[in-house]
């Protein structure tokens, strides 16, 4: 059996005619390759030491300029109000009753008052209304300096350890609150160990080689230490969140296994031509290296996109993230070359060995690709429809998908903040875990009006006596509602109280309120996401759908990969909406962290290019030189059907390892990718593109004649002829 049998394989190839960019971008590395070898290195050392001296300065900015809750946060903040800091609840629970511990508790409140970043304290002797009825539980009330953010998570746990080592055998101390859950977050654990390993696992299965298996994983790592120590040094000038670096490693492993895969595969492929490991490296990057450059970008464009939102708190992990792709992309443009020149030569003998052991048990390289595309090509309505059937009824539930926050209710069992958040609905109800702070202009008499007209309001559970600004200009009350915050009639009673709820009370007084406060500024959150995805949307698809429109001068291949990255990523939706909202497999119910579906939206469409270029990209190749659409489609998911599926696997398990965190939303983060990428690299490239491409035929490649004489020519393939184009009126 020859070797080129079934493959339809050009002759060997050399060097390539016409030496673009990344072929001598290739040359560079391969001719330098200790230089560039040791550049990398130094990169990665000098940003992991730099990191490590510099420290790093998270800081989430949920500022939302423009909302009713940002404004009663600038207001309190203006008029000096103790409450314009964020609060902590540190509750007691004892069954001789809270007033039988009253020095403990004083103690308690004595050493928190005097504690690093505290602002008050008011105890449950303070105030009624925090000891329940039965006198069981009570809670004294931390108000910080600041917004949480502002604090240091030390200063938190100071408190979490005053409150705890107060714990005797007749009085539980629990403590709660957003901060206290940022503070005792853990962090992922043997999440990225796990992606790891099992990415290792199948690259040795895909190359046969551990050598081969590991250049890929290598690559990977080098960009994303390089990327994690300068965004953690770049934390100190610009506004970076703290759960950016698990979003960077999760983005980063997947996408720098995914990249270096697509070369050293190309690479591979063209050792198995017969070229010289040198000619091989520079047709793999002038071929493969075009195709990752591009895919590259379409992720950079979709990330950047995330900027129109407007949200601060998403566009340094936006930008971040964008940062991690752009040099996880030149480590495969230039990291991998030096890597391939060093040991080419060996694994050279380890591809050749394989295809040798393979051509004796008559295996032909890409023959199960090939004959499932054919498949495919003789029923395509079929197979579109099935898919596409299948893909919608996993959009469905999307349709129902309800965005929030995750709160203490959704926390461990074993978290003080859970305990905390339990004791609190047991003694009040569930609506004492998230207040709403309404803010009123005017003193005194303002203030009790305030009170009145919310203890009366339908859906508020209680109202707290008001408390004056530092300046007596400005009241606060806080209104508990008879539902838990992640409730959506919770949510309903925000809405109610600002669509002319508070109305009587400020025609009674002539004092404007402000319904504020962290439940209410989830609301806004959502609500502004909610506004701004059509904008965010349109900006993403339109440029991605223009890059590939300048690749592929095609008219029908953008449009097609728009809707079919809009259904996987839709599909992948609807999967996190039954699993996290509808409690699935045993998950506790709760609502789809606000940023999300927006950030996995920027990322999965980007991601998705990947393999749509690459696929595209080899179909076009094909069709360029026999200008047989059937064929060229045959040989395109034969040529690169094994490498979209290990691809994919490895970003799979990456992403999916990340359920192994006890982060929520990393969890949820990690599905998301995981599943959209899953349905398409099986469901839309392995079945859709081809039997749409079989319905396209010849008219895929169609641009109208007008178009084609204004667009520049971007040649994707490392072939010296410019791409032809169908060119119709």
Not at 688 to 712: C, E, N, S, T
Request: aromatic letters at 6%; charged letters at 20%.
């Amino acid at each position: 059996m020859t070797q080129t049998q079934g493959t339809n394989l050009r002759p060997p190839a050399g060097p390539p005619r016409r030496s673009s960019v990344f072929a001598r971008l290739a040359g560079w590395s391969q001719r330098h390759r200790w230089a560039a070898l040791a550049v990398w290195l130094l990169v990665v050392v000098a940003a992991t030491f730099g990191a490590q001296a510099a420290g790093s300065a998270w800081k989430n900015d949920f500022s939302l300029p423009g909302t009713e809750s940002q404004d009663a946060s600038d207001l309190l903040e203006k008029h000096g109000a103790v409450q314009a800091g964020d609060t902590v609840d540190i509750v007691f629970k004892s069954e001789q009753g809270v007033a039988a511990n009253r020095d403990a508790v004083t103690k308690v409140a004595d050493a928190v008052r005097v504690s690093p970043g505290v602002a008050d304290v008011r105890t449950p002797f303070d105030d009624p209304s925090a000891v329940s009825g039965d006198g069981r539980i009570g809670f004294a009330t931390v108000t910080l300096s600041g917004v949480s953010t502002d604090v240091p998570k030390e200063d938190i746990r100071t408190i979490i350890d005053i409150a705890q080592d107060a714990e005797t055998e007749t009085l539980q101390v629990e403590v709660g609150g957003g901060a206290v859950r940022e503070a005792q977050e853990e962090s992922g654990g043997a999440a990225e160990g796990a992606g790891m390993l099992a990415a290792l696992v199948i690259l040795v299965l895909l190359f046969g080689s551990v050598l081969a298996a590991a250049l890929p994983l290598i690559t990977a790592l080098f960009a994303v230490g390089g990327a994690i120590g300068l965004i953690t040094m770049a934390s100190h000038v610009a506004t970076v969140a703290d759960f950016t670096p698990p979003i960077m490693m999760l983005v980063g492993l997947g996408v720098g296994v995914d990249y270096a895969l697509l070369i050293f595969y190309r690479f591979r492929h063209e050792l198995l031509r017969g070229a010289e490991p040198v000619d091989a490296t520079r047709t793999a990057l002038d071929a493969a290296g075009r195709t990752v450059f591009f895919a590259g970008c379409t992720v950079i464009i979709a990330l950047l996109g995330l900027v129109t939102l407007g949200l601060g708190s998403l566009q340094g992990v936006a930008l971040s993230v964008a940062l991690t792709v752009l040099i996880t992309m030149a480590a495969s443009l230039t990291l991998l070359p030096a890597l391939l020149a060093v040991f080419g030569k060996r694994l050279r003998r380890n591809v050749m060995k394989k295809v040798a052991k393979a051509e004796r048990k008559g295996k032909e390289e890409g023959a199960r690709w090939r004959r499932m595309a054919a498949g495919v090509q003789r029923r395509p309505f079929a197979a579109l429809l099935v898919a596409v059937v299948a893909l919608l009824a996993l959009c469905a539930p999307a349709l129902d998908m309800r965005l929030g926050f995750a709160d203490a209710g959704n926390d461990a069992k074993s978290t003080t903040s859970r305990q905390a958040y339990d004791l609190m609905a047991e003694g009040f109800g569930p609506g004492f875990n998230g207040p709403l702070v309404v803010v009123a202009e005017g003193g005194a008499d303002a203030g009790e009006e305030l009170r009145r007209t919310l203890d009366e309001f339908p859906g508020v559970a209680a109202a707290t006596p008001p408390m004056p600004s530092q300046d007596g200009a400005l009241t606060t009350v806080l209104a508990f509602p008879e539902s838990a915050p992640q409730d959506e009639a919770t949510e309903d009673l925000v809405r109610a109280l600002r669509d002319g709820g508070l109305d009587p009370f400020e025609a009674k007084t002539g004092a404007e309120a402000y319904v504020g406060g962290a439940t209410a500024g989830e609301v806004d959150f959502s609500e502004t996401v909610s506004a701004r995805l059509p904008l965010f949307v349109a900006v993403v698809v339109g440029l991605s759908t223009l890059l590939l429109l300048l690749v592929f001068r095609s008219i029908l291949i953008p449009l097609k990969a728009a809707v079919l990255n809009l259904l996987s990523i839709g599909a992948s939706m609807g999967v996190m909406t039954l699993v996290f909202q509808h409690g699935w497999f045993g998950v506790q119910p709760g609502p789809i962290e606000a940023f999300l579906p927006v950030m996995i939206f920027a990322i999965v469409f980007g991601l998705s290019m990947d393999y749509e270029v690459f696929l595209l990209s080899r179909i076009h190749e094909e069709w360029e030189r026999t200008k047989d659409s059937s064929l060229a489609v045959r040989e395109g998911l034969a040529t690169t059907g094994r490498v979209i599926t290990a691809a994919a696997a490895i970003m799979i398990v990456v992403f999916g390892a990340f359920l192994l965190s006890p982060d929520r939303m990393l969890q949820q983060f990690g599905l998301g990718l995981a599943v959209a990428i899953l349905l398409d690299a099986l469901v839309i490239r392995c079945l859709i593109v081809p039997a749409v491409m079989q319905l396209f035929g010849d008219r895929a490649w169609w641009l109208p004649k007008a178009l084609a004489k204004r667009l520049p020519r971007v040649a994707l393939e490392g072939s010296p002829q410019e791409p032809a184009t169908v060119v119709r009126d």
